[in-house]
Nanobody
Framework: QLQLVESGGGLVQPGGSLRLSCVVS????????IGWFRQAPGKAREGVSY????????YYADSVKGRFTISRDNAKSMAYLQMNSLKPEDTAVYYC???WGYGGRYFLDDLDRWTDWGQGTQVTVSS
C-alpha cells in the first residue's frame, strides 16, 4: 500500500506562485505515473498534470498549461507542482496520485484508474 502526502499549499495573491510537494512511500516511484489533481468547492475532481513513468513525458490540462510545471525526483520519491501566475479559479484542494500503466493525455481524464491518493493540500488564491 502506497502512502502519499502532499504539502506546500496555502493562501496566495493572484499572480503569485506556490510549489506543492508530494512524498511517496511504500514503493519506488520509478515505475509509477504520478499526477496532480484538484477539486474546487462544488465541482468534480479534475486532472491538472501528470508525469509518465515510461519516459520524460508530461501532460497538462489546458487551463494550467504554461503556468504549472510538474517534476519528479525518483531518488527521493518526490513529485512537485510549481504553480505560477495563479488565478482565483485555481483555488482548490490539490491531490497527488499514482497509477501503473502506459498512456497519454487521456490519463488526466481517467481519474478512476488512479489507484493511490494523498489527503490533499488546500490552495487558495485571493486578494
Amino acid at each position: 500500500q502506497l502512502q502519499l502526502v502532499e504539502s506546500g499549499g496555502g493562501l496566495v495573491q493572484p499572480g503569485g506562485s506556490l510549489r506543492l510537494s508530494c512524498v511517496v512511500s511504500g514503493r519506488p516511484l520509478d515505475n509509477l505515473n504520478i499526477g496532480w489533481f484538484r477539486q474546487a468547492p462544488g465541482k468534480a475532481r479534475e486532472g491538472v498534470s501528470y508525469s509518465s513513468s515510461s519516459d520524460d513525458s508530461t501532460y497538462y490540462a489546458d487551463s494550467v498549461k504554461g503556468r504549472f510545471t510538474i517534476s519528479r525526483d525518483n531518488a527521493k520519491s518526490m513529485a512537485y507542482l510549481q504553480m505560477n501566475s495563479l488565478k482565483p479559479e485555481d483555488t482548490a484542494v490539490y491531490y497527488c496520485a499514482t497509477r501503473w500503466g502506459y498512456g497519454g493525455r487521456y490519463f488526466l481524464d481517467d481519474l478512476d484508474r488512479w489507484t493511490d491518493w494523498g489527503q490533499g493540500t488546500q490552495v487558495t488564491v485571493s486578494s
